[in-house]
């Protein structure tokens, strides 16, 4: 009997290890028949094994834009690439061509840790057919399809009918320009048997822009099912959409039941709708649709920070934080339309006091205004990169810093403090987006007031008082008291120059054009050198 259980033992340990493999990507060749490049080692995974794709090649970056390279189709495959360089200990860089990177379908498992993807000219991951997908620790840069086509939604990733998580994940300069919005991420849903659900946590979108939703857009499509959302202890900064929701953009027209997308402790700053005259949205806008027997909307907002969103901002400039269609009482097309958005709304701090989803809210929700012109809110404010020239400086943001690229608070932020750590029913983060924990009365927005930002070697809270600008490559700062350490990082947090400065004397940068941060004493500003 004992010989036989060690029998079994020694079998389910071998089964085992035939139900998991790892394969090696060992050249950054891009050619299907060279034994260890990516494509020979993805064309190798022909079943469902449990496969993890490793990096063990001289060199931090793959050009994925050969002949070749015409897309990697995932049916029925569960994988994990672990992008950490084992030669280099340092993320891989996949950039890309004219085509997608990964399609996933045929209820494909996939998950990608540690790496950075930027440069694709077409979505760059793309998935259907009840997929897993999850993406942790990695960097989305530069990654459009720009055609304005239907199909063209999601500039990182089009999200149908799956499970998609995000977490501590950076999102820059991505662009989808198809009707259903999302310039980082499109979600949908169409014909399906599972609930599928979409999870963005401690995530950072800048810059992204869409013709709905600048950084995320979800649709949910009268197919039977509602799907589930939830956002929690993300920044949205400088994010742009030409329709509706400078950041995210959600609507739905399902009749099975009332979708309720969750957001919560996100920072969502700079944000612009540049659509002319109509409040749709320079933050978030919601729409249920008031056809026959579509259920309302049911957002929870919840601890979130909203300060100088805009639409139309390059005529009227009003602010404009969150748009509902529809409310109690509003009007369309001269009729009054049913109420469509039931929002739970809790601890949110707004600064657009004019929009009606502000104005009708409870108050004993405890919801309040800010004034970025005169409440101590963020650390650091700059400029709205949309707004780059404009002497007058009309639209300010706040500055971003670290490698995650957060809009820090003030040591005295009005913010501090004012946020729920429990509500029934809502997940609510027990740490902030850096990963700091959170205490019984927990601030509003995405991170808490820190000493650090952690990562990149930008330490002490960055403070306002001191203005920074540049000509190019030559940089000038007033209000210094002589002269002052210049230290100046890209945006994946490295060091690429450290200086001095003075007063209103002019510093020459060495670096490449591009965007950085240069911290000067214990205050942050970006930089666009051109």
């Not at 010989?3 to 340990?13: D, G, M, P, R």
């Not at 993890?52 to 834009?65: I, P, R, S």
């Not at 840069?141 to 304005?148: L, S, V």
């Not at 799907?227 to 949205?236: D, G, K, L, V």
Request: glycine letters at 10%; a negative charge.
């Amino acid at each position: 009997m004992k010989k036989s259980t060690t029998l079994l033992c020694v079998f389910a340990l071998f089964s085992g290890s035939l139900m998991a493999r790892t394969v090696q990507v060992t050249t950054a060749e891009m050619n299907a028949a060279t034994e260890g490049s990516l494509l020979q080692v993805m064309a190798s995974i022909t079943d469902a094994t449990e496969t993890t794709v490793e990096f063990n090649f001289d060199g931090e970056t793959l050009e994925y834009n050969t002949e070749d390279c015409t897309g990697i189709d995932l049916d029925k495959k569960n994988v994990k690439f672990d992008g950490l360089n084992k030669k280099t200990g340092t993320r891989v860089t996949i950039v890309g061509g004219s085509n997608y990177f990964l399609n996933l379908s045929g209820e494909s498992n996939v998950s990608i840790e540690n790496m950075i993807v930027k440069g694709f000219s077409a979505i760059t991951f793309k998935m259907s057919g009840n997929c897993t997908f999850s993406a942790t620790n990695c960097q989305f840069i530069d990654n459009r399809d720009p055609k304005n086509e239907s199909g063209n939604n999601g500039g990182v990733a089009r999200i149908n009918n799956c499970n998609a998580s995000f977490d501590q994940c950076y999102f820059y300069n991505n662009k989808g320009m198809g009707s259903y919005g999302g310039g980082a991420l499109c979600f949908y849903n169409a014909e399906s048997t599972v609930v599928p659900s979409l999870r963005v946590t401690n995530c950072t979108f800048e810059y992204n822009e869409a013709v709905s939703g600048g950084a995320i857009g979800i649709n949910v499509l009268k197919k039977g099912v509602v799907p589930e959302a939830y956002i929690a202890n993300c920044t949205f900064a400088n994010n742009t959409c030409s329709n509706r929701g400078g950041a995210i953009y959600m609507q739905t027209a399902e009749t099975a039941g009332s979708f309720a997308p969750v957001v919560v402790n996100c920072t969502f700053v700079g944000n612009l709708n540049n659509i002319t005259n109509s409040d749709d949205g320079g933050a978030i806008n919601v729409w249920a649709r008031t056809s026959s027997g579509v259920q309302p909307m049911r957002p929870v907002f919840i601890n979130n920070l909203f300060a100088e969103n805009y639409y139309d901002p390059w005529y009227t400039s009003p602010l404009n934080d969150v748009k509902a269609f529809y409310l109690e009482g509003d009007v369309s097309g001269g009729k009054e339309q049913p109420q469509s958005i039931i929002a739970v709304c809790k601890n949110n701090y707004f600064a657009a006091a004019n929009d009606k989803f502000y104005q009708v809210l409870d108050a004993d929700d405890n919801n309040g205004l800010v004034d970025f012109a005169t409440d101590a809110i963020f650390a650091a404010t700059e400029q709205n990169p949309w707004d780059e020239g404009d002497p007058d400086y009309s639209h300010m943001t706040a500055t971003l810093v670290g490698d995650m690229r957060v809009a820090m608070i003030d040591e005295n932020s009005v913010v501090i403090g004012k946020g729920l750590k429990s509500y029934e029913g809502v997940e609510i983060p027990a740490t902030d987006q850096l990963g700091n924990a959170r205490p019984d009365a927990p601030a509003v927005g995405a991170v808490e007031y820190s000493a650090s930002v952690g990562g990149s070697g930008i330490q002490g809270a960055v403070k306002n008082g001191v203005r920074v600008w540049n000509q190019g490559h030559v940089v000038y700062a007033a209000g210094l008291d002589g002269e002052v350490a210049a230290n100046v990082y890209n945006l994946t947090g490295g060091l690429v120059y450290a200086g001095v400065i003075a007063n209103e004397a002019a510093l020459e940068l060495p670096v490449e054009n591009g965007v950085y941060v240069i911290v000067i004493g214990k205050t942050a500003h970006k930089l666009v050198v051109r």
